[in-house]
């Protein structure tokens, strides 16, 4: 086994028999997991003044620490105060800065749950919160309101009203297990759960989300595999935000899980002074690619408590997806979404690549600042389409009722349905007019 300098030095700290020979051993990781600053000290040599830890303590007396030792090793002790892997590991007094703006549930993710550890948002899928556990607890957290709270595994019987409400749901297509991290279930009841899940007939995909590849890569283990093949299509996520956790133990992880042919996403977080660089951003990107992961979300930065140092202007996060469109290869890229505050769900964000048209031309302007013209057909005859797919020309073969309901803007475009605008509730023009309520 090779073990880099790093870790032979975070190990050789470490006050047990154990070390090394554990390293890989996940358990032993969490066991080990780097709970107090004094601890964080003592094994990075890294000294804190009397003042740094008055504050210190009383951030961690409000959003507690853990780190595994192998992330710890990941962090240039020389130069901690700028590493990426210390930011987003062990935190500081910024943390308990809160704005006015800033929501404790910022995404409504209670509000939107129909049964304890349910968010049903969109109409075919479920997030299903299935632990409460996190190998690392990032200082960027979303669900940062709830980190370290309640420190335990929830019980069959609460994971049973999860089941039961998407058994009697039946638009729900698409399961995705988030936590906490749903990969610090143990094997039996993961394998349990997905079982569960799987055989819902009107379940088509399970996908989970995940960090133990960037912080608890031994997680992933053989008996861990074999256990989620049985499950496909099984669709996992993972969180790399820096081209530094790429590293030899989480290329292994990430070769075990292609290997096992699960398809591989990666959703980043746009972190100050983190990541919000175009050219750190490639390189992560590229550094996924190589290693089969196709980048899927790049996040603007939540608006929980206890995040504004972390927050980027939107700008930042559309100049880094114009430094990638054209750019790099076009799977490489990830969608830069915002999640509406209040739970309006992912919003797609980017550069505006029109930019005029007429009844028969676009102009458009590419990559480098080419401006071009696309000529529309003279003639096409707009299909008018009401929805009766039994009296159409193309082929759809399906006559399902989900496919049938036109909804949101599309409702606004399509034919069938004579709705001109969408109005907010409480409008109060329309208010005056007596014809909102
Ligand atoms: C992100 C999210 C999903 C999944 O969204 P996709 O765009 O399909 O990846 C589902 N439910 C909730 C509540 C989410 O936040």
Redo the contacts with the bound molecule.
């Keep these: 086994m090779i073990y880099d300098k790093e870790q032979k030095e975070i190990a050789s700290r470490m006050d047990n028999k154990s070390k090394l020979t554990n390293w890989k051993d996940w358990k032993w990781q969490l066991r080990h997991a780097i709970r107090s600053m004094e601890k964080f000290e003592q094994l990075t040599g890294i000294k804190f003044d009397d003042k740094e830890r008055v504050n210190l303590r009383k951030t961690f007396d409000k959003f507690p620490l853990s780190i595994t030792p192998y992330y710890l090793s990941l962090i240039d002790k020389k130069n901690y105060k700028n590493d990426p892997v210390f930011k987003q590991a062990f935190g500081g007094i910024e943390e308990l800065t809160t704005l006015q703006s800033e929501l404790e549930d910022p995404?409504s993710?209670d509000k939107?749950s129909p049964v304890e550890g349910i968010?049903h948002?969109?109409p075919d899928?479920?997030?299903f919160h299935v632990s409460n556990i996190c190998a690392m607890y990032c200082r960027h957290c979303t669900r940062k309101r709830k980190v370290g709270d309640i420190d335990s595994v929830p019980s069959k019987d609460q994971l049973n009203q999860g089941i039961e409400y998407i058994k009697n749901t039946p638009q729900v297509r698409?399961v995705?297990l988030s936590g906490g991290d749903p990969l610090m279930l143990t094997d039996e009841k993961l394998d349990w759960l997905l079982s569960e899940i799987s055989q819902i007939p009107h379940v088509e995909i399970i996908r989970i989300g995940t960090r133990v590849p960037v912080v608890l890569p031994y997680r992933i283990t053989d008996k861990l595999i074999s256990i989620l093949k049985k499950y496909q299509p099984l669709w996992i996520n993972t969180h790399f935000n820096h081209p530094n956790e790429i590293t030899t133990s989480s290329k292994e992880a990430l070769a075990m899980l292609a290997d096992g042919g699960f398809p591989l996403g990666n959703q980043s977080v746009l972190l100050a002074d983190v990541n919000d660089c175009p050219r750190i951003m490639k390189t992560l990107l590229h550094k996924l690619i190589q290693n089969r992961v196709r980048p899927?979300?790049l996040y603007q930065c939540d608006l929980s408590e206890g995040l504004s140092h972390f927050r980027t202007p939107i700008g930042k996060g559309i100049e880094i997806m114009e430094s990638l469109i054209g750019h790099t290869s076009g799977f490489a890229r990830p969608t830069y979404v915002i999640?509406a505050p209040g739970g309006g769900?992912?919003i797609p964000v980017m550069p505006n690549y029109i930019i005029s048209w007429s009844t028969n031309k676009v102009i458009l302007r590419n990559y480098e600042g080419v401006i071009t013209t696309y000529k529309e057909p003279d003639s096409y005859e707009a299909r008018v389409c009401d929805r009766d797919c039994d009296i159409c020309t193309l082929d759809l073969n399906l006559n399902e009722d989900s496919e049938m309901e036109a909804v949101g803007i599309e409702k606004l475009l399509s034919d069938h349905d004579d709705t001109i605008s969408l109005v907010p509730e409480h409008n109060d023009r329309l208010h005056r007019r007596g014809e909102n309520e």
């Design positions: 995404l993710e939107d968010t948002r969109y899928r479920v997030l698409d995705l899927y979300y999640d769900g992912k």
